[in-house]
């Protein structure tokens, strides 16, 4: 499997950008497909998780209400709707799948994920 980013850009504050975790090689609706993101210097963090064996979903407290995770199993993308961006938002986003097959997104580690993308950045400044 592989796995692109794209979609980040700089946006004012308040705005919204939608990222695109487009695959190949496999499909993703049998994949847990996470966001991951890191700002410079600080640590990478989890943003959002879609489990492809069960559907569930899982936020970072900080994007719940103004990020959603789908996915177009007919474009074999993932997608994350960010609304309402502030400047702590701003970071590289990377896009991880794993095929682990587990029912919770609550039940995989960062070290489940073996693929990863590049990652996209995302900007967010007046």
């Known amino acids: 499997l592989q796995v692109v980013e794209s979609g980040g850009d700089l946006v004012q504050p308040g705005g919204s950008l939608r990222l695109s975790c487009s695959a190949s090689?496999?499909?993703?609706?049998?994949?847990?497909v996470k966001w991951y993101r890191q700002a410079p210097g600080k640590e990478r963090e989890g943003v959002a998780c879609?489990?492809?064996?069960?559907?569930?979903?899982e936020y970072n407290e900080s994007v719940v209400g103004r990020f959603t995770i789908s996915r177009d199993d007919a474009k074999n993308t993932v997608y994350l709707q960010m609304n309402s961006l502030k400047p702590e938002d701003t970071a590289v986003y990377y896009c991880?799948?794993?095929?682990?097959?587990?029912?919770?997104?609550?039940?995989?580690?960062?070290?489940?994920?073996?693929?990863w993308g590049k990652g996209t950045q995302v900007t967010v400044s007046s």
């Open positions: 090689g496999g499909a993703l609706d049998t994949y847990a």
């Open positions: 879609l489990s492809g064996s069960s559907g569930d979903i």
């Open positions: 991880a799948a794993s095929d682990k097959g587990r029912y919770y997104c609550s039940s995989y580690a960062a070290y489940d994920y073996f693929y």
